[in-house]
């Protein structure tokens, strides 16, 4: 158990450094080019840490792209990008980014960091990847704010932790990570349309992954193994 420190160690590292050297970035170009660009530049930090770790420490992937299903992992992003082309064609495109970037830290949080963590209970699992991923943030102000923020990530550490032991699918729990990101920047209002819309998506997720089957099984019955990262790509 303890061997696992150091690599855990050195992809946290690396995911800090990543994401503290992308904020001092400048961009030209365009606003909206410069805003996705820097924001995507500070959450390739756990993938590059993640796959760094995987390679020189022999470790396995906890998920692959698509994880036990590609077609489950392919209607989760489908369905809420072709909500949002029928509203609004550009923000179809927006919500693309940001499941991207989403993608990018998942590879890190749960692709790698859970499956090194798995021997743990649930919730000292979520304390302590909430907690790196709070810090992850460079967030070192301590106002009330700060510790609604890390509650709100050691519940996601909680929830899209579950999302990933059912179903082993990084784009699943990007679409879920998603959620919160799309929200934050603007694009979530306490109308009843719009939270309509992000039940409907919600629960589209789960009927997706947990409805029965044909031979009754769910996405809680499967019992995927850890994934090699050539496991991941051959989803691809």
Known sequence: MKNKWLPILV???IAVVIRAIALQLEVPGEANFKYFLIDW???VGPCIGALIVII???RKFFC???GTSLV???LCVAIPFLICFFLYRKLSWVLLGFIFYSFLEEVGWRGYLQ???EGMKPLPQALLIGTMWFFWHINLSFTLNSFLFLAILVFGAWGIGHIAKDTHSLMACACFHTLYNFSIHGFFKFTPAIIGLYVAVIASWFLIW??????GSTAHDYTHGPCHI???LAHK
Do not use: D
């Open 11 to 13: 992809f946290y590292v």
């Open 41 to 43: 530049a500070t959450g």
């Open 56 to 58: 020189a420490f022999k």
């Open 64 to 66: 692959s792209i698509v």
């Open 72 to 74: 489950k992992s392919a």
């Open 115 to 117: 499956g090194e963590l």
């Open 210 to 215: 947990y409805a029965p089957g044909e031979n």
């Open 230 to 232: 050539h496991s991941s």
